[in-house]
Every structure is written in C-alpha cells, then in structure tokens.
C-alpha cells in the first residue's frame, strides 16, 4: 500500500515556532493549537481582555512538558498579543518564577479591558482553589508594592502606576505630617506670645495704668462690676428705644421707658462696683428688662438702632474730650491757687508779728549766717504751712541738728506770718533766718533781665490783657505758663544764690513742696567733680530731656545743646558756690535770658533756663536722694518713697491742695501740727 503523502503545513506567522523536518508541522501542533491556544483566546475576549492562566505544580517529570507547552502558547500569542503584554508576563515569569495571569487581569493595560464586561463572570467560569488565590493575592500585595521596571530598559506602564501611586501616597503623609508639625508650632508660639504679652502688661508702670491696670490686686475680683455694667447698658438701650417710640407716636412706650431710665439711674448713682448699688437696683433691673422686650418687639429697626447708638458714641466721644479740657483747665487753675485756711494763717500771723516790739523779732544764733563750716540750705517761698514741713521735716531727720541753717526768703506779703511762724515755732538748736526779697536793693531791672522783661509792655499784655483768651476753646492750653508764680522773683532767685550768700561755699537748695526724710548732710560729702550743680537725673522718661523743653528749630538752641542731653530736677540741688563764681553761671543765665525776651527759645519756667545754664556742668546723684512725681504721679511704689531722702510733690497736685493724691498725703501731713492754735482757728484738719 503506497504511503500516502503529507501535506506541507506552515505558518506564516509563527516565526518563533519550532520547525521540523522539511518544515512540515507535526500534528501535535495543530492539537495544542486547537485544545490549548483556542479556548485561551476565546476566554480573554470574553473576560474583557482579562487572561487568566492556572499553574498547577507538577513532578521533576513534567517540568519539560510544562515548559515546551508554555513556549508554545508564547509563540502562538505573539500572532494575538502586542509586545508590551508579551514582554510583561516574560517579565512576571521571572521575578515571580510562574507565569501568573491574576496580576494581569488586575493591572490590565487600557487596550485590553471592555468597559462593557463585567469581571465577576469571568471569575464564575473559572476553578480556582483557595490555596492558589491566596498565593496569587500576596503576590499582587507585593508586586504592587515593590515593582520595578525590569533592567533591560523596558518602560512597564502597570508597573511605573503603581510605584507612582505608592511614592504619591508617601509624599501626601509626609505633607500632612508637616501641615500638622507647623500647626503645633503655630500654637505653641501663639501661647508664647500672649504669656509674654501678659507679663509685659504685669510690668507697665505708668501714670494711667498704675492706677487702673487689671492686674492690680484690688482689680482681681471676678465680675465685681457686672450688675453695674448691665444696668447701664439697659439705660443706653432705652434711650435708643425712646427715641424710636417717640419717632413712631408711641407715647405710652416713651413715657414708661423715661420713668424707667431716671429709676435705673436714681439705682446706679455713682457707684462703680455692685457693692456700692442701691438695694433696689436687682428690682429695677429685672423691671428695665421687661420693658426694653417690650419696646424691641414694638418699635426695633436694626438700621435705626445702629444710627441712634453710632451718634450716641460720637456725642460721648465728644463730651469726654470736652471733659479733659475742662480737668486740664481746672487744675492749673487749681495749682495756682492757695486755699483759705492757709489764706487765713498767713493774715492771721501778719497781724500779730507787726504787734510785737522790735525786740521781740530777731531769731538767735544769728551768727551761724555766714558760717562755711555749717550745713546752710536756701528755701525761698509765700507758703508758710509748705515752708514749715520743710523745715520741721528736715530738723527731725537731721543727725546734728544744731549744725543746719535754714536761709528763708519770701515776699513782702508774706515775711511778717513766715517771721511770726518761726518766732513761735522755732527749729529746736537750728539756726533760722527770714528776708524780704523786695529788700534786696541789688535786684533791680537794670541788672536782672527777668524783672526788665516783667515790666515789659508785651509781657504785662500776655499776662493782665483784660480780653484775653481763658476759655477752654482759647488759650487755656497756655495755662500752666501763666502761673502767677513765674511772675514772681522768688522763682528766679536761684539763678543769684552767690549774690545773696557771698559768704558761703556750699549750699542746698530746696523747693517749699517737698518734705526730708533722711538725714542730708551726705550731700556735702558728694565730691561734684568740679561740676557747679548735684542733681538726680529724669532721663529715664522720653519727656524729660532736652528737646521737651528747648525750641530746637532755633538755631542758637541747635547749636549749643543736645536734644537727647539727660534733663535734671530742680528742688534739691547742693551748689558748688566756688566754681558757680569762677563760671560765671549768672552771667551764662542773664545771656539766655535776654535772647528769649520774645519767648523764642523757651516758654516760661525756671527748668528750662536752667539746663541751659548748667548745661555740661551738673554732676549727677544717685535717685535715692530725690524722688519725683507725687504731685501728678498716682503709681510710684512705696518702697521707692519711703527710701528716698527727698519726695517730692512737683505737679499740680500739691499735698496742701484738695486735689492731692490722698495715698501720698500722710508723708506731708505728718510734720504738721494740727493741734496749734494757729491752725485749729484757721480749720487747717488731715
């Protein structure tokens, strides 16, 4: 039987297949392509592109098998399959050892899926036991975890998506971490400023807020005020309700609302804290509550109500600035004035001093006047109560009291009551002088440019012009520079202090508002430096150096001084009377003086022709000798006054004045006699 021929068999487009023979293909091949390839096409287009090849594990004897196979159905799938797949499952088989299609069908390229299809058929149709799915899940976990683009070169795209999405997740913990990070150390540094803000506040010291501040400790009760604050915002509400009820003829509101504000206020009065409310005011608040529910459901018009407060503010606003002006205008007005039980001391012991015989009106120890070796202080003033606690203080603080000498010079209204003060009152062993400064024949007009300026007609205009300006809304700002005692000698006799006590090398000066408490001699002892002029220094404060008193837009000013030079107090100052001579401080006096006849350099005052004179010359003392401030400074602390040698009461607020700050009073008053008869028939009282 002749062999029957075979027919030849190729594929055009198997060009990895494996050839036999002649090229004829083995019938195996068909079978495989048949059995095997076939129905792996047929189930990837069905399952949307999803290929799902199940490995089983077999024998030492059926690896060869397998592996033949595995090639085989590569090569046919390169006829189907784009490279990139092809290059992705050779790449899967050798990192994961077995072609596992499960990673595929999960991280499937775009141009295999059907949007159509949906994936849990395919997983029906297929028998896979759970062993294999749990070993194909963890392989996924880690591949799409650490794959890595394989190291030929190829760009894998299901791989290079998931390391993006990873680093993409790393990168937004990192950013949320560091949004958190800042947002702690935001907080923190907020809490750090207000704790420091708070303790700066603690330190403020003041004119306003030492008498004010929260943090004071008779402002730590909680809510002390709330009933009084309450109270008088229902007064401000009603107002503002009135006003619409009477705009909207509603007189019964109107009515009622105006009989509750005049109780309310009756109820509040002037207290500032509720303890100090009427027993009444609980009941009248819960009245006034009542009615403004009344008035809000009747007459509010938000719009309205918002007008009606904006111009109760700016009428407020206005009426507290008209108030300042009026305090400023009535305390310089106050300053200037002298109460009339010290009026009626004074007349009183003028009256009996020119009564006495003439014998009876000389002080002893009068040879102590012109003594170098003694402790000699100048006081000049018309006060004879401030001039007494000046002396009186002094004595009563002095080691050796004998050794101090008190040099008094007033004017002739007052010489006979300081005269007749002193005579009946003498200083214990001190030695006291009183003299008239209208007697000093040498202070005249001709040598002094003070007094030749006082009698100038320009001068007699500022001053005495019948129409000028003292209302609040004209020249009141000026006030302070009209103070009758700027019109007086007894102001500038500090500039002559070597004219009227030749004799002497050392002296003190001092102003009649302060009062010694500790011994002064010391200040003898103070080596000055060759400097004419002991002074403590107020620099400390912006306002008292040089440029706050000096017109510096002057050109001689400019010159010759320093704006930010250190300013100095007057009313305890130890002179240098030797070196005051050899500078001619008077003659350095009188030339300032006379190019400020116009007032152009300074306005008036004996400060600021003092720190011109003394400029470069005043020798600075340590604080503790002289401290300022009680006549206008409500927060110096006790212990900084009762350290002091010196306190002083410069300001308007003098301790013989009702407008005294009471707590500093006690200091002053203490060296007073209240039990004289003298001053119990005047109702001189603490």
Not at 69 to 88: M, Y
């Amino acid at each position: 039987m002749a062999t029957p021929k075979r027919l030849p068999y190729t594929t055009a487009g198997a060009g990895g297949g494996a050839r036999r023979g002649s090229g004829t293909v083995p019938p195996v091949v068909v079978l495989v392509f048949l059995f095997v390839v076939a129905p792996s096409i047929f189930l990837v287009a069905r399952s949307g592109g999803h290929v799902h090849v199940a490995s089983d594990p077999k024998g030492a004897n059926g690896n060869q098998e397998t592996d033949w196979q595995q090639q085989l159905v590569t090569s046919k799938l390169k006829t189907v399959l784009s490279k990139e797949v092809i290059d992705a499952i050779a790449a899967s088989q050798q990192e994961t050892g077995t072609v596992n299609l499960d990673f595929f069908r999960d991280h499937a390229s775009p141009s295999w899926k059907t949007d159509d299809l949906v994936d849990h058929k395919m997983n029906t149709s297929l028998d896979v036991d759970d062993k294999a799915k749990a070993e194909n899940s963890t392989a996924e976990h880690d591949l799409s975890l650490t794959y890595k683009a394989p190291k030929d070169g190829s760009d894998e795209h299901q791989g290079d998506t998931a390391v993006k999405i990873a680093r993409r997740k790393l990168r937004e913990k990192r950013r949320e971490k560091r949004a958190m990070d800042l947002v702690q150390k935001d907080d923190e540094a907020h809490v750090k400023l207000e704790n420091a803000a708070i303790e700066r506040s603690k330190a403020v010291d003041s004119a306003v807020l030492g008498k004010y501040s929260i943090w004071r400790k008779e402002n730590e009760i909680e809510n002390s005020d709330s009933t009084v604050r309450l109270m008088r915002d229902q007064i401000i509400m009603a107002r503002v309700y009135s006003v619409l009820a009477k705009s909207k003829n509603k007189h019964d509101l109107y009515q009622e609302l105006q009989s509750r504000i005049k109780e309310s206020q009756r109820a509040v009065g002037e207290a500032t804290v509720d303890a100090d409310l009427h027993h009444s005011a609980p009941e009248k608040l819960r009245v006034m509550g009542q009615v403004l529910s009344k008035a809000r459901e009747q007459v509010y018009d938000c719009k309205v109500v918002a007008q009606r407060l904006r111009a109760m503010l700016q009428s407020a606003d206005e009426h507290v600035r008209s108030l300042k002006k009026q305090s400023t205008f009535l305390s310089q007005l106050a300053a200037k004035t002298i109460p009339n039980s010290i009026h009626c001391l004074s007349m009183r012991l003028t009256i009996d001093y020119y009564l006495l015989p003439l014998e009876k009106r000389k002080f002893p120890r009068s040879e102590n006047l012109e003594n170098p070796a003694l402790y000699h202080y100048a006081l000049f003033s018309d006060n004879v109560l401030a001039a007494s606690v000046v002396v009186n203080s002094t004595i009563m603080n002095a080691k050796e009291p004998e050794k101090h000498v008190f040099h008094l010079v007033t004017d002739k209204l007052n010489f006979g009551a300081m005269n007749m003060w002193f005579l009946l009152n003498p200083p214990g062993k001190a030695t006291i002088h009183v003299e008239n400064v209208d007697e000093f024949k040498w202070l005249n007009s001709s040598y002094c440019p003070v007094l030749r300026q006082l009698e100038s007609a320009a001068m007699k205009e500022y001053y005495f012009k019948a129409d000028r300006p003292t209302t609040l809304s004209a020249g009141s700002s000026n006030l302070k520079y009209r103070n009758p005692k700027y019109l007086s000698m007894l102001n500038h006799l500090r500039f002559y202090l070597p004219q009227i006590y030749p004799k002497l090398d050392k002296i003190l000066f001092l102003d009649d508002d302060i009062v010694v408490q500790k011994d002064l001699t010391g200040l003898w002892d103070v080596d000055l430096n060759g400097k004419v002029n002991g002074a403590v220094e107020t620099c400390g404060e912006s306002f008292h150096r040089f440029d706050k008193y000096l017109n510096f837009s002057n050109p001689h000013i400019a010159r010759n001084f320093d704006p930010n030079a250190c300013g100095w107090a007057y009313g305890m100052n130890i002179f240098d009377l030797k070196q005051w001579k050899n500078k001619d401080i008077t003659g350095i006096y009188h030339k300032w003086q006379n190019m400020n006849e116009d007032r152009v350099l300074w306005k008036l005052g004996t400060l600021p022709p003092g720190l011109m004179t003394f400029y470069k010359l005043t020798h600075p003392l340590d604080k503790s000798w002289h401290v300022l401030g009680l006549g206008y400074n409500p927060s110096i602390d006790r212990s900084e006054i009762d350290n002091a040698a010196v306190a002083h009461y410069n300001g308007n607020m003098k301790p013989w004045l009702e407008l005294a700050m009471t707590k500093y009073r006690p200091y002053w008053t203490r060296y007073i006699k209240y039990d004289h008869p003298y001053i119990r028939g005047c109702n001189l009282s603490d």
